[in-house]
């Protein structure tokens, strides 16, 4: 960790896009994400925000915490606000207006992303046009107070899909957005976790200097939803990795690679059991739980090493 | 100055290249179409500099319009009826955040059943959405009132989106001779857009911040007196309009209003059918006149209230239903002169749904029908015109 404090400063700017000061819940993994992204994005960037926690907590009328251009104007269209942004500066650069540059970036939660907005993104992906999409996904409704979403995982407990005497929570599994937005034949797709801070910051780096749509793909942690102690935001996001539940990668006009290639999985269980939200989950569950993971993980591998 | 034979459609696309626009988001939809197929061929042509954004849905037309105008980007769109209606949600944060988009609204009725041909449906539906709002009625009009919504819309001290409505094939598929101005008058008119506030990375700012209960309300008292006060714009930009071109508009339009003992008040493309039935009436000696709303947000409180003064009858035509209430614009008329101490009753009737025509014989037959009932005394809060 000393070594780290001597490095870290030259590796990583010092400045804060995202301002302290913001009403984040302590321990949010999304607010440390979006710290990171902005970080890695400097100052010449242009944001698109879709409603959600971050909108909400960054931004109560007359404060702010976002140090660069910043717009918000509905859940469910970041990316197409994005869109015309891109838009609009394109043709006032090429009809002779002079603009500082300014990478677009859209960002939105997993309900904006998953759900409500993914026939905007998907447009927005088709066009062609050059932003970057960044998905903070915590896995449900968590503005609202801890709804299910598309990216809930199997099992987990929500408080429209709730466990019960005869309920299970979640009973679909989460969508695969990433491969979503690959099929789109985009340039580029990454996922990446706060618990990684410097593959995050290299990816978004990467992902904002190609030209086109790029996405990346996020995993939040959220303390209040998912029912852990504000301290372990940081382990439960490696947890997710190492176990395989959320693997970080890349897709390079449509070529996987592994950003971290475990030759073994830890057992979901280390990642399931310290979290409110599954615990209900019987040891036959987790088994399912176990199986599909491992199946989804090689078939990634698989994917990565033929490519 | 030169004069054409041009659809109305294409009129407006005519006004959106001499206005040089930056940015076009639009969705297809019936009837309004020929405009944006009309622009995406003037871009394609190279007549016209600018990015047309070919969007998923009109939800996402207008929300392309948002970023569009915030980074200081001419733009403009064109829907109708569902369309106007998808893009609901949107238009509220385009007037509140203060983005002069432009929209042209080809007026159609709303499902179900569907029907694609036009009435006020989709236009009353949109009536609070805090947009100005103006009625043409016929193909230079369109051409008009697009160029100065440009300029209404963008004058630092408006700086609110802007409508034009056209009924949706009575006159959006109707070629009629329109004069077309020289592109150095236009420049005249319609000064380039200098926004107050842009999303600039070397002046950062949070637009469309959340307000608690504390700051909402003010935000909204803000937002309706710059409505309001938008009337002054609207003027000044009808002036110089007419000074310019020759045309002149004003917020309430009266036709053969002097000495009318009944007025008929109508909006966009069936006063002009109006009018030919108010002539026929007025060569057999009736005292009859009309007014026509130019003007519908911010209303014309005190064009209108002058406008009826004299009159000892107000019939009221609407061509949507408030169903269960009372004909939307006859709703609003009488709430303009409820506190006048001299004021014509009012009469309202429904027609013109879905395409329905209403002919020259229609409005000849309204008016007389109206002045029968006010003499009976049967203020009714409506009467369906024309409806089996």
Redesign the interface.
Known sequence: METLGVYVPRLVSRRQGFAPGHRACSGCGEALAVSLVLKALGRNVIVSMSTGCMEVVSTPLPHTAWEVPWIHTLFENSAIVASGIEAGLKALRRKGTSLPPAKVVAMGGDGATFDIGLGAISGAFERGHDFLYVCLDNEAYMNTGIQRSSATPFGASTTTQPAGKVSKGQVTWKKNVPAIAVAHGIPYVATASPSYPFDLIAKVKKAAEIEGPTYVHILSVCPTGWRIPTDMTIRIGRLAVESGVFPLYEVEKGKYTLSYDLPELRPVEDYLKPQGRFRHLTAELMDKIQQRVTAEYEALRKKAASE | MKRMGLESSFAIAEAVKMADA??I?AYPITPQTHIVERLAQLIADGEL???Y?????E??AM???????????R?FTATSGQGLELMH??LY?ASA?RLPIVMSVCNRALSSPLSIWGDHSDVMAVRDTGWIQLFAENAQQAFDLTLCAFRIAEDPSVSLPTMVHIDGFHLSHVIESVVLPEADEVKKFLPPLHPLYT??????????????PD?YAE?KKAQDEALRSSREVVLEAWREFGKLFGRDYSPVETFRGEDADVLLLTMGSFSEVAMEAIDLLREGGEKVGGIRLRLWRPFPFEEFRQAVSGAKLLIVLDRAVSFGGPGPVCAEVKAALSHLERKPPVIGFIGGLGGRDIPVKGFQEMIHRGRDKAAKGQFDDFEMFGVR
């Open positions: 930056d940015v988001s500099d600018a990015n954004i070919p969007v998923e849905s939800h996402s929300s392309g319009c948002l970023g569009a105008a915030a980074v200081g980007a733009t949600e949107v944060v955040m999303l600039n990375p070397d002046k950062p700012l949070t637009m469309g911040a959340f307000a608690a700051l935000a």
